[in-house]
């Protein structure tokens, strides 16, 4: 992957998205049951955003801090993100604040270059809009210790890479589930955000298809 890419997902995002098949593929059983919102859902916005280092693509996952009870996807891998507030003004100005707010990285830093199909998560009853964002250097992350355990930069190439698919035993807030996911070194990444991942490699797979 070159230093284009921005330039040639910026363009491919304005096209029909691969949307739920391509996210389907990285979904558990609930998910695949549960997949539209109801009347009393929620709205909550992530960012998926993108930086280079030493040459490489990458971008940037949390693990939520296992502190909060209530929370029901506590200690799992996540992209940045949170509740829409009406003080935000958009979905894209939500993600934004929740990205600075979690991680650190101010809005102005962050160009948006597209965005991914919604997804409605079950077990929370979160409708989530997720954004593509670019930082132009290596992000110097602070992250909310209240929220975040811990910030990773993943590869691109972890999720294109067929080895990485895996289905995994995972021990949820909820109970404990066999789930497909993507095996990112010690760490399993599945659920909505998996999902999320999913069509975004579609996306990069249109891309450059080799």
Not at 61 to 70: D, G, H
Not at 130 to 157: M, N
Request: glycine share 6%.
């Amino acid at each position: 992957m070159d230093h284009q890419l921005a330039e040639l997902l910026k363009t491919r995002l304005k096209l029909p998205l691969p949307g739920a098949e391509a996210q389907l593929k990285m979904a558990p059983a609930l998910a695949k049951s549960q997949s539209s919102p109801r009347p009393d859902s929620r709205v909550a916005c992530v960012l998926l955003l993108l930086h280079q280092n030493a040459g490489l693509w990458h971008f940037t996952l949390i693990e939520r801090s296992a502190r909060n009870p209530e929370d029901k996807h506590a200690g799992q891998l996540s992209l940045p993100g949170g509740k829409y507030e009406d003080a935000d003004g958009s979905y894209m100005n939500c993600a934004l604040r929740e990205t600075h707010e979690e991680i650190g990285i101010p809005p102005q830093q962050i160009s948006v270059i597209g965005v991914l199909s919604s997804l409605f998560i079950p077990v929370s009853n979160f409708l989530v809009h997720p954004f593509i964002g670019v930082i132009q250097e290596e992000p110097r992350y602070h992250k909310q210790h209240d929220e975040v355990a811990d910030i990773f930069q993943i590869p691109l190439t972890k999720i294109l890479a067929q080895e990485n698919k895996k289905e995994q035993l995972v021990h949820a807030s909820y109970g404990s589930l066999h789930v497909p996911g993507y095996a990112l070194d010690q760490k399993h990444l599945w659920g909505a955000t998996a999902m999320i991942i999913s069509e975004f490699e579609h996306v990069l797979q249109e891309i450059y298809p080799n």
